[in-house]
């Protein structure tokens, strides 16, 4: 599993009171609501015929200049309510003028994101500073979703200020591309809608246990033999172009010889669960004991820290089944002898770590190999200068178990983040469906039933029970996950969005107003709004009210006692 490189302070503002004014009597719509936004005398102008967005030269920045030019021009956004807001026509905003305090830094976890937007009384300049390009690019697209009207009356507000930095500073979406397979511009309109998000890490799930799609200069059979099919493939030059732009069983296709219990059946007839090959279908892990291993995975991470600039590296480690190991003779007969199950996976991660470090990365694991209840690592084999967990499991209580031991973690609660939840089982032959009711228990046959709703992940706190001070700031960030047992991309939009806006903007701006109170009620006017707003930019984010709603507020909101 490889961590995809970011898109594009942790400084403490407080909400505007004055952010009041973005209601749903307003055209100005931001998500995710900024910080910082004051705009008191609900005023606008006019963009001048000829206006132009002024920016230092850069490679991505321009480009970026380029698309949120075209996109204000063409975009045609028209409130569905009216408003009353009082048009000034003495004079028009004939430009944008971008600064950049440093144009240097790079894409990387830590950067600087934080943007200052302002649009003057008696100006025909507006103004957006950032310290970074990234932040620039943050700030516009905020312009963009502020602006409004049909070319060549478009509208913007006049009298605005806008300061907006991020809570956290890892705000990403995790896909999976293993267990069915999304084409390149599936992905690349996945990065263009998390762009407009102001999400900044796609998580690239690419390879598992059921396919290796990734094709690779050192190692060019485990796509050859491990993928679908050559069509259903991710070249170098896929993966180049997607960068530009914004666990195992597969290998045993290639190399059979360094991965246990390859294609076997999942789980035995006759066979406990606890005497199963792996937790779903699609079995495969590799042997610590065979020394090819080495020599094969390490090609593995010298290419694809060649292909993504990303210093994270995403080890995996989550899952590691007892029942696939023990398949494998060499392993019984080291089990037999004395040796554990934690000191195969101690000789694994002792033998890769160091090299992934060696290319400059940090690495990543599920927390699986710290918190596993059989087999996991002692501490001193995960450096803490050069390792991240990440946690899915038990909400809040690993996310401290984590951060209590020392190390950063990146939240992705399987509780609340998992967006794949709730669509049933998808094993076959399964008599229980046979039931009267459709079996499958409560959740229906999902193992992490229910449905996560987009109001179960907005109101996700993802510091929660941490009281010092210093573990709430080994807490980088989160990420939603869309596992694709059941997705491919007939369902990729509908999936993510707009669950994965409420998620963007909980960690983004959080999701308490300026009295420390949960605002998830406000926020869904707002994001009913934004969800429209997407589907006409091309992102066929699922609805999450009748649009009658949203043509007559308030009157969908629950009876107040």
């Known amino acids: 599993m490889f961590t995809f490189p970011k898109l594009h302070l942790l400084l403490i503002f407080f909400i505007s009171l004055l952010s009041s004014f973005l209601s749903t009597a307003s055209p100005i719509n931001i998500w995710p609501k900024p910080r910082f936004l004051s705009w008191p005398q609900h005023k606008a102008i006019t963009l001048s015929p000829d206006f132009t967005i002024i920016s230092p030269q850069h490679q991505y920045l321009t480009a970026s200049v380029t698309r949120y030019h075209n996109l204000i021009h063409s975009e045609n956004y028209s409130p569905l309510i009216t408003s009353s807001i009082k048009l000034i026509k003495r004079y028009t905003l004939s430009k944008l003028v971008v600064t950049i305090t440093d144009l240097s830094l790079p894409l990387h976890h830590g950067v600087n994101e934080s943007y200052t937007l302002s649009i003057p009384f008696k100006s025909s300049s507006a103004h957006l500073s950032a310290h970074s390009v990234w932040g620039a690019m943050h700030g516009l697209e905020t312009f963009s979703q502020i602006t409004w009207g049909k070319a060549p009356e478009l509208c913007v507000p006049v009298g605005i200020y806008i300061q907006d930095p991020p809570l956290f500073g890892h705000r990403g979406v995790l896909l999976d591309t293993s267990r069915n397979y999304y084409g390149v511009e599936d992905i690349t309109r996945t990065i263009k809608a998390m762009s407009a998000n102001k999400l900044n890490v796609f998580h690239w799930h690419i390879t598992d246990s059921h396919s290796f799609p990734l094709v690779l200069p050192s190692e060019p059979s485990l796509a050859a033999k491990g993928s679908y099919g050559p069509d259903m493939v991710y070249t170098p030059e896929d993966v180049s172009m997607i960068v530009q732009f914004g666990h195992t069983g597969s290998w045993g296709e290639a190399y059979p010889d360094i991965v246990t219990c390859a294609n076997m059946f999942w789980w035995p007839a006759g066979k406990s669960w606890d005497e199963r090959l792996a937790s779903e279908p699609g079995t495969g892990q590799l042997n610590p004991l065979n020394p090819k291993t080495y020599e094969v995975v390490k090609n593995v991470i010298q290419d694809v820290a060649k292909l993504f600039p990303e210093p994270f590296f995403h080890g995996g480690g989550d899952e590691v089944i007892p029942g696939c190991w023990k398949t494998d003779p060499a392993i019984t007969s080291f089990l037999s002898s004395g040796g554990t199950l934690s000191q195969l996976l101690e000789k694994y991660i002792n033998s890769t770590l160091p090299y992934i470090v060696s290319q400059n990365r940090t690495v990543v694991y599920w927390e699986d190999v710290l918190l596993d209840a059989q087999i996991k690592v002692e501490s001193s084999f995960l450096p803490k200068d050069h390792t991240i967990l990440q946690t899915w499991n038990n909400g809040p209580v690993n996310t401290k178990r984590i951060v209590a031991a020392g190390y950063r973690v990146i939240v992705s609660s399987s509780e609340y983040y998992y967006l794949d939840c709730g669509h049933g089982g998808f094993l076959g032959n399964d008599s229980q469906y046979d039931q009267q009711g459709g079996g499958g228990g409560s959740g229906g046959g999902s193992w992490c039933a229910p449905f996560k709703t987009w109001q179960t992940i907005y109101n996700y706190d993802i510091t929660d ?55 998830c009620g406000e926020a869904l006017d707002r994001l009913n709004r934004w969800r429209y707003r997407m589907v006409k930019r091309g992102i066929g984010a699922e609805p999450i009210q009748p649009l009658w709603c949203l043509r007559n507020p308030g009157m969908c909101n629950a009876a107040v006692s």
């Open 465 to 519: 029970g941490l009281v010092d001070e210093e573990e709430r700031k080994l807490v980088l960030g989160g990420e939603v996950a869309l596992w694709s047992e059941q997705a491919d991309p007939t369902v990729l939009d509908s999936r993510l969005w707009p669950r994965a806006s409420a998620f963007a903007e909980s960690l983004w701006s959080g999701n308490r107003d300026e009295r420390g109170v949960k605002r």
